[in-house]
């Protein structure tokens, strides 16, 4: 059988398209060798480019320092930057998600706290009432009462009653009964019938502190007294029976002695007075030469008291504000006494000699103190 010309070329064109697809599959197509910082093909002799650190940033142990490995806690070293992945995760999801805050107390903590209510309040004279117990984040109690009076015979008031712990009311009965009545017949002659108070419950942190420390204020286990009124009607008030302080008698002689310095300073100013050289005499000579009368500007016989000062004796009077009137002794007597008796019995007492914020008023309460009770 004979095959035209047109038809062999046909097959010899399928057969060279078959040849190139077998060569295809057989042959891998070139890879890409890596390249070094030069363009240039590296080998396999080749090491890859050392790392160079940028100036400052060498390891720890570069520098002849520690080095702080991952670790837990690694991220709480002062100084390490930056945190750790799960400490920022924790940090973010509590500023997302914020603790509620607490607004009651467990079961088994208020009925703790009436039982020993009950307990304290069956030994003593004192008329309360129950309040509900609340909470405010970490301010309020469990088993709070409103103070009305304490003692018998006679009944001393709360003005205005009073919101607080039982063992603050325990705390006052002893105060009252063991020192307080006694002292005030003592010294004012008469009971006390009634306690002025200044300050009780109030969720705030210690005076002075903005961020730190929860006042017993707020856990209802203080109270701030302005005074002390007596059966007699007479008051025996903080800010004006004191006296003076410690730091008022400090003040004022200090007052007192700048007042003398600049005193003395002024008196040898007096003392010590600029005087110009006399004219006088030249002048009533060359007068006498001329024949024409000149009339000496100094008197004879005055020339040792115009050297002398002005005024012969310092002002007594230094200035300043009057000085004020001390308070009866039996007064200062009482106040006094009844701090002293207080600081035995409360963990905190504080009066005028604390500080100015005290001045008007005493506070006590029954903050647990480890080694030694607060004084001031």
Known sequence: MKLSAGAVLV??????????????????LPVKKPKDANGQPLT?????????????????ADKGQPEVKDQPGAAEVKGVWPKTVDGAKEEAAAKANPQPVPTEWPAEEIAAAQAMCKTILAKIDAVTIPEPSFRQGECGTAAPV???????NPEVALSPPAVMTCGMVGALHTWLTKDLQPLAKKTLGADVIKIENMSDYSCRNAYGRTKTKLSEHGRANALDIRGFVTSKGETAIVLTGWGETLRDIAAREQALKLAAEKAAAEAAKIARPAVAPSTAAPAAAAGEAS????RSTIADGLGEAAEKPAFGVAPQHLGGPDRKPEPPARMKTFLKGA??????IFGTT???????AHRNHFHVDMAPRKVKKICD
């Open 11 to 28: 097959a010899l064109m399928i057969a060279a398209q078959a040849a190139d697809g077998a060569l295809a599959e057989e042959v891998p």
């Open 291 to 294: 024949g024409v009368a000149v």
């Open 350 to 356: 504080l009066g005028p000699e604390a500080n100015n």
């Open 44 to 60: 396999k002799s080749s090491p890859p480019p050392a790392y160079v650190k940028p100036k400052g940033q060498g390891t720890a």
């Open 146 to 152: 409103r103070l009305l009076t304490i003692g018998k």
């Open 339 to 344: 701090h002293a008796a207080a600081c035995q």
